[in-house]
């Protein structure tokens, strides 16, 4: 069973980088099947997608946070990350790591989300 | 703004059938792309009901189903149960962007 867990500090300062791992458990995230993706949900908002990240590195990412989004992944470790700079208080958000393609273009494991909030 | 337009509440009686409705509002996700839809209980991740408009992964229960015509769809469930009580997603793909769009979300009350 894929076991997704995202990792990293639950507090960051105004202006500095949100930096966020999701481990990935029970497969390999090196397979051509598959895209990796960061989704965040601010507290009792909706669901927004970040981006996404192939095994071979390729990322698309939402144009209005292109600027300050970086997702990589790392094969050795059977992880990928996010990094997230110049962040606002609008940044505050639960982050979810997640596996697309499953079922087509859906999203059928997640990870338990880790809240990070922006503050000083 | 969400380009995926879903009421943001809908409620329904025990027993009683609801469906929520999820609107698609650019060409691009409206060019033949499939709709899924998510279950978000408080404080957990959401939890595929639906995928390729249609169809339930292993475990979702048959109350739940999906339709799609056109630059619309809709979830229904049906014998509508206490634990149903949840927020509901619609997701799809745009191409503009080469990513995923969700719906703003559906928050089901049942009285």
């Known amino acids: 069973q894929l076991q997704l867990q995202e990792s990293g500090p639950g507090l960051v300062k105004p202006s500095e980088t949100l930096s966020l791992t999701c481990n990935v458990s029970g497969g390999s995230i090196n397979r051509s099947s598959y895209y990796w993706v960061w989704i965040r949900q601010p507290p009792g908002k909706g669901l927004e997608w970040i981006g996404n990240?192939?095994?071979?590195?390729?990322?698309y990412y939402k144009p209005s946070l292109k600027s300050r989004v970086t997702i990589s992944v790392d094969t050795s470790k059977n992880q990928f990350s996010l990094r997230l700079s110049s962040v606002s208080a609008a940044d505050t958000a639960v982050y979810y790591c997640a596996r697309l393609g499953d079922h087509g273009g859906s999203y059928l494991y997640w990870g338990q989300g880790s809240l990070v909030t922006v503050s000083s | 703004q969400s380009v995926l337009t879903q009421p943001p509440s809908v409620s329904g009686a025990p027993g009683q059938r609801v469906t929520i409705s999820c609107t698609v509002s650019s060409s691009n996700i409206g060019a033949g792309y499939d709709v899924h839809w998510y279950q978000q209980l408080p404080g957990t991740a959401p939890k595929l009901l639906i995928y390729?408009?249609?169809n339930r992964p292993s475990g979702v229960p048959d109350r739940f189903s999906g339709s799609k015509s056109g630059t619309s769809a809709s979830l229904a469930i049906s014998g509508l149960q206490a634990e149903d009580e949840a927020d509901y997603y619609c997701?799809?793909?745009?191409?503009?962007?080469?990513?995923?769009?969700f719906g703003g979300g559906t928050k089901l009350t049942v009285l």
């Open positions: 997701q799809s793909y745009d191409s503009s962007v080469s990513g995923s769009v």
């Open positions: 390729g408009n249609n």
């Open positions: 990240v192939y095994y071979s590195g390729t990322a």
